[in-house]
């Protein structure tokens, strides 16, 4: 509502009414615009894991004489549990879980020692060196399979955990992960712990992890998800059933019940859930591990 102000000739002025701002009104459409993106990217995404929970609780056959719709056809609950027990997935995701254990722990454990050395300690060849290590994340499994094959049969680790562990005790993503984050931390912080009396195990594990714990953390889900997720070792390295892990599993389990596909896929769902329980636990972790140093303030 205009205000009328009197002035010394006699006129009066209205003040102007206070309408909505330009800016904001964009700004608005702006976020509105970026949900609606958001949200169609989201359905992109989610989609296909609606498609695999809808096609693993329908009956196989009469989900095909439906015509394959986008709805549940014969819902068949039980298909979760015939999974996990007739199929033997739970056998295969236990020996899964032990494999992945021993990987995450000594790429940890090694990664964190080389990041240490590559980034604090100086000695010959050092750029040489990590160069090198850097170069072998060009090397895909199969340039090595053969002759890691050959090793483990040699001394007899085949259908083992250490067989299914030892080629992948050590990461060179995770040195160079860590080490970026070691490289970081202030100089002057690690010449103040070694007047201390701070060696470099104590400097290591009191003050340089501590510090990059969100790197650290990242790296581990990284780790877990790429041992969890290992075919073309286990595939190789084992020849009895009782030894395959979960993905090999999931191959055997579709080719074996070809007339029973829910079962198969059902089985994908429950080999996937200590994947998305990990990744939701750890989601703050991954940004921030990911994204540290990006940003110089």
Do not use: C
Request: glycine share 6%; net charge positive.
């Amino acid at each position: 509502m205009a205000t009328d102000v009197t002035t010394l000739d006699g006129s009066s002025d209205a003040a102007p009414v206070a309408g909505p701002r330009p800016g904001r009104a964009r700004s608005r459409w702006a976020a509105a615009g970026w949900y609606l993106v958001l949200t169609l990217l989201s359905v992109i995404v989610l989609f296909p894991v609606y498609m695999l929970l809808l096609r693993a609780i329908s009956d196989p056959l009469a989900y095909v004489a439906e015509g394959q719709p986008l709805h549940p056809v014969a819902v068949e609950w039980d298909a979760f549990t015939n999974a996990f027990t007739e199929a033997s997935l739970g056998r295969s995701m236990a020996l899964s879980f032990v494999v992945t254990l021993v990987i995450v722990v000594a790429q940890l454990l090694t990664s964190v020692l080389a990041a240490y050395a590559f980034a604090f300690l100086e000695f010959p060849f050092k750029r040489v060196l990590f160069a090198v290590v850097i170069a072998t994340l060009l090397l895909p499994i199969e340039v090595t399979l053969v002759a890691n094959l050959q090793t483990v049969r040699d001394i007899g680790l085949l259908n083992s955990v250490p067989g299914l562990s030892v080629p992948f005790l050590a990461s060179a993503f995770g040195i160079f992960l860590i080490r970026q984050g070691f490289l970081g931390i202030p100089r002057d912080l690690r010449d103040a712990a070694t007047l201390d009396g701070y060696g470099h195990l104590r400097f290591l594990f009191r003050v340089a992890v501590p510090l990059t714990r969100p790197i650290i953390g990242s790296f581990v889900v990284i780790s877990f998800l790429g041992a969890w997720n290992q075919y073309v070792w286990p595939r190789f390295a084992t020849t009895e059933d009782s030894w395959q892990t979960v993905q090999v599993a999931l191959r055997s389990i579709a080719n074996d019940r070809v007339d029973q596909l829910n079962i198969g896929f059902a089985a994908a769902v429950i080999a996937a859930l200590p994947l998305v329980v990990l990744l939701i636990l750890f989601q703050r972790q991954i940004v921030r591990g990911l994204t540290a140093g990006a940003v110089k303030g």
